[in-house]
C-alpha cells in the first residue's frame, strides 16, 4: 500500500503536467459550449415569450437601427436626444423637454418602438393582414401622446358618471329626503355608499392615468384601485343583499375580506405582479357579487328591482369584452375599450337604483319612526 501511494507520487514531472492539461482543455470547451447553450436559449426563450409583432424580424430590425440613430428613414425624434429623465444628452439647456412633455415618460426606445409598430402595421393591412400585438398590447394609435385615447375617454366618461351619480345620492340624502332629530340620515346604508362612490372615483382615476401612459406605476395604481373597488362591492354586497345592519356583524363580515383584499394588493405592489392571479381573484369576486344582487333581484320586493336587474345583467354581459378579446377597430377600439364605455350607461342606472333604494328605506323607516312616536 506504502509502494502504490509512493509511486503514485512519483510520476514523472512531465507526464503530471500533460494529465493536467487534458482536463483543462475539456473544462474551457465545456465553459464555452455552456455560456453558448444559455445564450441561445435565452434568446429561444426570449422569441417564445414575445408577441408575435415584437418577434417580427423587421420590425425588430426598425426598432435597433432607430434607437442608434434616432430616425427612421428621413423622420428623426425629439426623445432620442435626451435622457430617460428628461435632461438632453447633447444640447443646452434651452433645448430641454419641457415639463408638461416629461410627465409621459416617452423616451427613444417608445417612440421607435411606436412608429416602428405603426409603419409596420401599414405594411402588414397592405399585405392584406390583420393587426397583432407587440409587447402584449395591441397597436394603438397615439393622440396627443395618450396611449390609448378611446379607454382613456370612456374612463373619464365613467369618473363623471360616478361623481354625478355619488353627488345626486349626497343631495338627495342631506337636502331632499327627511332627516332625524339629530339631523342624521335614516338610510342605513349612507357611509357605505359614500365609501363606494370615492373608491370608485379613484379607481377610474387612475384608470384614465393609466391608458393615458402605461408605466410601472400608473400600471399598479391602476390594478390596486380596481382590486380595492371590487372587494369592497363584494363587502357591499353581502351587507345589503342580506340586510346586515348591526355594526358587530358588518365588522364580522368585513374583516376577513378586507384582510384577503389588503393581503392581495400587498403581493401586487411588493412581491409580483402576477396578471393571471390576479385576474382570477378580480373574476371571483366580481361573480360572487353579481350572483349576491341576481339573487337578492330575485327574492326582494324593492319598487326598483328592475333597475337593479338590468344593472347586473348588463355588467355580466358587458364582462363578456374582457373575455373575448379583438383588436382595436381604425387603432381606437378595442374590446378593453368598448368594456369601458358599456359601464357607462350601467354605472348610471347603478346610481339611479342606489338613490331608490335610499328614498325607500328612508320613508320606511321614517314611518316607523313617526308610529313609534305616537
Known amino acids: 500500500m506504502t509502494c502504490l501511494i509512493s509511486a503514485c507520487g512519483s510520476k514523472p514531472e512531465t ?7 487534458v482536463p483543462n482543455n475539456i473544462l474551457k470547451m465545456v465553459d464555452r459550449y455552456w455560456v453558448a447553450f444559455l445564450v441561445v436559449f435565452s434568446c429561444l426563450v426570449a422569441v417564445l415569450d414575445a408577441s408575435p409583432g415584437d418577434a417580427d424580424p423587421i420590425y425588430r430590425s426598425c426598432v435597433g437601427q432607430c434607437e442608434k440613430t434616432g430616425c427612421i428613414g428621413e423622420r428623426c425624434f425629439l426623445n432620442c436626444n435626451f435622457s430617460s429623465n428628461g435632461v438632453s444628452n447633447n444640447d443646452p439647456w434651452y433645448m430641454q423637454e419641457p415639463l408638461y412633455l416629461r ?3 416617452w423616451d427613444c426606445q417608445s417612440d421607435c418602438r411606436y ?4 409603419d409596420r402595421e401599414k405594411e402588414r393591412e397592405g399585405l392584406g393582414n390583420g393587426p397583432v400585438k407587440y ?3 395591441w397597436p394603438f394609435k397615439r393622440v396627443y401622446g395618450i396611449q390609448e385615447p378611446a379607454s382613456v375617454s370612456f374612463s373619464v366618461l365613467n369618473l363623471a358618471t360616478h361623481f354625478h351619480g355619488w353627488l345626486s345620492f349626497f343631495i338627495l340624502l342631506y337636502y331632499k329626503l327627511p332627516l332625524r332629530q339629530d339631523k342624521s340620515v335614516y338610510y342605513q346604508y349612507a357611509t357605505l355608499w359614500h365609501i363606494y362612490g370615492l373608491l370608485s372615483l379613484n379607481s377610474w382615476l387612475w384608470s384614465a392615468v393609466f391608458h393615458s401612459r402605461d408605466v410601472d406605476l400608473t400600471e399598479k395604481l391602476d390594478y390596486s384601485s380596481a382590486v380595492a373597488l371590487i372587494g369592497y362591492s363584494l363587502i357591499l354586497a353581502i351587507l345589503r343583499s342580506l340586510n346586515v345592519t348591526a355594526e358587530a356583524a358588518r365588522v364580522m363580515v368585513a374583516a376577513p375580506l378586507l384582510a384577503f383584499v389588503t393581503t ?3 403581493y401586487l405592489n411588493v412581491y409580483k405582479l402576477d396578471y393571471g392571479w390576479n385576474m382570477k381573484v378580480c373574476v371571483f369576486m366580481g361573480v360572487s357579487q353579481l350572483l349576491l344582487w341576481l339573487i337578492w333581484a330575485g327574492v326582494t320586493r324593492h319598487p326598483s328591482r328592475w333597475k337593479l336587474w338590468v344593472a347586473v345583467v348588463g355588467s355580466a354581459l358587458a364582462m363578456l369584452l374582457e373575455i373575448f378579446d379583438f383588436p382595436p377597430y381604425q387603432g381606437f377600439f378595442d374590446a378593453h375599450a368598448l ?3 358599456a359601464t357607462i350607461p350601467i354605472t348610471y342606472i347603478w346610481w339611479s337604483f342606489i338613490r331608490d333604494d335610499a328614498e325607500w328605506q328612508t320613508y320606511v323607516l321614517a314611518k316607523k319612526s313617526t308610529k313609534k312616536a305616537k
Do not use: D
Request: hydrophobic letters at 40%; one cysteine or more; proline letters at 0%.
Open 264 to 266: 392581495h394588493i400587498l
Open 135 to 137: 409587447h402584449g398590447k
Open 339 to 341: 368594456w369601458h364605455a
Open 15 to 21: 507526464e503530471s503536467s500533460s494529465a493536467q492539461f
Open 115 to 118: 412608429n416602428c409598430m405603426i
Open 103 to 105: 410627465w409621459k415618460q
